[in-house]
Structure formats: structure tokens, C-alpha cells
Antibody, heavy 116, light 110 residues
Framework: EVQPVESGGGLVQPGGSLRLSCAAS????????MHWVRQAPGKGLVWVSR????????SYADSVKGRFTISRDNAKSTLYLQMNSLRAEDTAVYYC?????????WGQGTLVTVSS | QSALTQPPSASGSPGQSVTISCTGT?????????VSWYQQHPGKAPKLMIY???KRPSGVPDRFSGSKSGNTASLTLSGLQAEDEADYYC??????????FGTGTKVTVL
């Protein structure tokens, strides 16, 4: 069964940092593009970032560019999102999702709360 | 990277059809055949229902269908069932390795 599992969320103060992880199983992780998508409480889905299967190409939403970094370790079948200079508006459930131009399998999400 | 526009809500009785629109621009929906649709029940992760405008993943009922005309994509739910009550989001490739979601539509089965 294809199963991405996110971890690393929690409460962090404004200006702080957090690193999210997404452990993948049930598929050949190194063959797939991966994304991070977030959803603020009671709000809609927002695309955050994407990384190519071999890690050579990355892209970001304007709202996180320069603050967030997506990366992956194909040997560990794990996707990461390093989040720096966090703001209150970054509070959301963060999902990792598999796919290139669409998202065919999603994790259950990890909640990030930015608050003092 | 402005969100694609969806109606906030849609509703129908069991057995009826409901169509949800997703309006973008020639830089996203109108420019690429990479429109997808997601169903999200409360507290759950989204689920892919349609990809590349009109293709259905394995396991998705054929009651769900997608189409596109110009800068507007549509998702049609035919033969509405109680379990179809959920939030629905469209998504599109927006060029330059960017992606955008729609504002979301809450479907209610009356």
C-alpha cells in the first residue's frame, strides 16, 4: 500500500524553524516527483513546493520562497521540508503528496502551529 | 499565483447531478491539460478523483467526470450519493514549475 507518513510538526514561535519529514513506503520513492501542500485551519488547500525524483529540480510558492527548502533522501525514501523564519500565517496542516502534475497519494498530514 | 475560482457551495438530492466549475486564466487552466480534482472529507486527507482534465484513477466511480472549456474546468458528479458530501478542490499546473489550487466547493447532499 502506498503510504506517505508525515512527522515533525508542532508548536513553534514566530521567527523559528522546523523540519518536516515524510517517510514513504509501498512504492519506488526515487522514481517520483513529490510535493508539499498545506491547509490552514478551516481553509483551502495551498501548493507549497515540488521536487523532482532525483532532487535536481525544485520549485516554491511565492509565499514561502527564500524561507522554505524542500529536499529528499532517496536512500531513506524520505522527503523533507525545512521551514525557517516562520510566521503566524504558516500555521497549517502540511501534507506530502506523490506526483508530477497531480497528487495521486497523500499522507495524513502534520500540524504546524506558529504562535508565541 | 492567485487561487482558481470555485463556487463556495453546491448541492443536490440523491440521484441528481451536480457540476462544479473551476475558473482560471490562460496561464493555468486554459494553458495546460493538467487540471485535477480532489475530494476531501472532514478531518481527512484529500483524495484524487480526476487528473489530466478527464482521466479517472483506478477505483474512482465513473459517476465522477471532468471536462474543460477555455479557462474553465468542470467536475460533474452524476447519480449523487450521500458519501459524495465533501469538499472538492481543483488544481492546475500554472507554468514555470508552479501549481495552484482552487478555492474549494462544499457539496451537500440534500
Amino acid at each position: 500500500e502506498v503510504q506517505p507518513v508525515e512527522s515533525g510538526g508542532g508548536l513553534v514561535q514566530p521567527g523559528g524553524s522546523l523540519r518536516l519529514s515524510c517517510a514513504a513506503s509501498g512504492f519506488t520513492f526515487s522514481s517520483y516527483w513529490m510535493h508539499w501542500v498545506r491547509q490552514a485551519p478551516g481553509k483551502g488547500l495551498v501548493w507549497v513546493s515540488r521536487i523532482k525524483s532525483d532532487g535536481s529540480t525544485t520549485s516554491y510558492a511565492d509565499s514561502v520562497k527564500g524561507r522554505f527548502t524542500i529536499s529528499r533522501d532517496n536512500a531513506k525514501s524520505t522527503l523533507y521540508l525545512q521551514m525557517n523564519s516562520l510566521r503566524a500565517e504558516d500555521t497549517a496542516v502540511y501534507y506530502c503528496a506523490r506526483g508530477s502534475a497531480h497528487y495521486d497519494f497523500w499522507g495524513q498530514g502534520t500540524l504546524v502551529t506558529v504562535s508565541s | 499565483q492567485s487561487a482558481l475560482t470555485q463556487p463556495p457551495s453546491a448541492s443536490g438530492s440523491p440521484g441528481q447531478s451536480v457540476t462544479i466549475s473551476c475558473t482560471g486564466t490562460s496561464s493555468d487552466v486554459g494553458g495546460y491539460n493538467y487540471v485535477s480534482w480532489y475530494q476531501q472529507h472532514p478531518g481527512k486527507a484529500p483524495k484524487l478523483m480526476i487528473y489530466e482534465v478527464s482521466k479517472r484513477p483506478s477505483g474512482v466511480p465513473d459517476r465522477f467526470s471532468g471536462s474543460k472549456s477555455g479557462n474553465t474546468a468542470s467536475l460533474t458528479l452524476s447519480g449523487l450519493q450521500a458519501e459524495d458530501e465533501a469538499d472538492y478542490y481543483c488544481s492546475s499546473y500554472a507554468g514555470s514549475n508552479n501549481f495552484v489550487f482552487g478555492t474549494g466547493t462544499k457539496v451537500t447532499v440534500l
